[in-house]
């Protein structure tokens, strides 16, 4: 039974800051067209960098410890119960950093649309797949990540 106090861990990252555990509940449980993925940041740790998402919408209900959610235009320290809703576009970018002593845990609830695009503030990047979130890239999937000021090309560039 798939339970979020007692989780079958399933996937990890260790790429320092962006280090983290998770458990994909919604899977889990069998959901089809809805995420839900519960993530313990250890203190210090970051879950992924400040991102974008112009199709999927999330929201974030922390569970434990007081872990700092980023936006674009700011930062605050979430508490324990705070429900954050994460829509589409600039007003629902988000990071969140684990900043205390204690670990973090957070459930990220989304839908599970395909195709995304997502813009990366930080970096300047663009990362555009066919696959839904959370997926793994399948054959016949298309996932492209580049720079936003790269040279931009004609649409018939390369065509005969």
Excluded at 91 to 119: C, K, Q, W, Y
């Amino acid at each position: 039974m798939t339970n979020v106090f007692d989780p079958n861990w399933d996937a990890e990252q260790d790429r320092p800051p962006f280090t983290w555990r998770r458990a994909r509940i919604g899977r889990q449980a069998g959901s089809k067209q809805l995420g839900a993925s519960l993530f313990e940041l250890s203190p210090g740790a970051s879950s992924f960098p400040l991102h974008v998402h112009r199709v999927n919408e999330e929201m974030i209900v922390v569970l434990a410890g007081n872990p700092t959610l980023r936006g674009i235009d700011g930062e605050r320290r979430l508490e324990p119960g705070e429900v954050v809703a994460c829509p589409t576009g600039d007003e629902g970018a988000h990071r969140l950093d684990n900043r205390t002593d204690e670990p973090a845990r957070f459930l990220v609830v989304s839908t599970m649309l395909a195709p995304e695009i997502n813009e990366y503030p930080d970096s300047g990047k663009v990362w555009a797949r066919t696959y839904a979130p959370g997926a793994e890239i399948g054959e016949g999937e298309l996932e492209v990540i580049v720079r936003a000021d790269q040279e931009k090309l004609d649409y018939l560039d390369g065509e005969q």
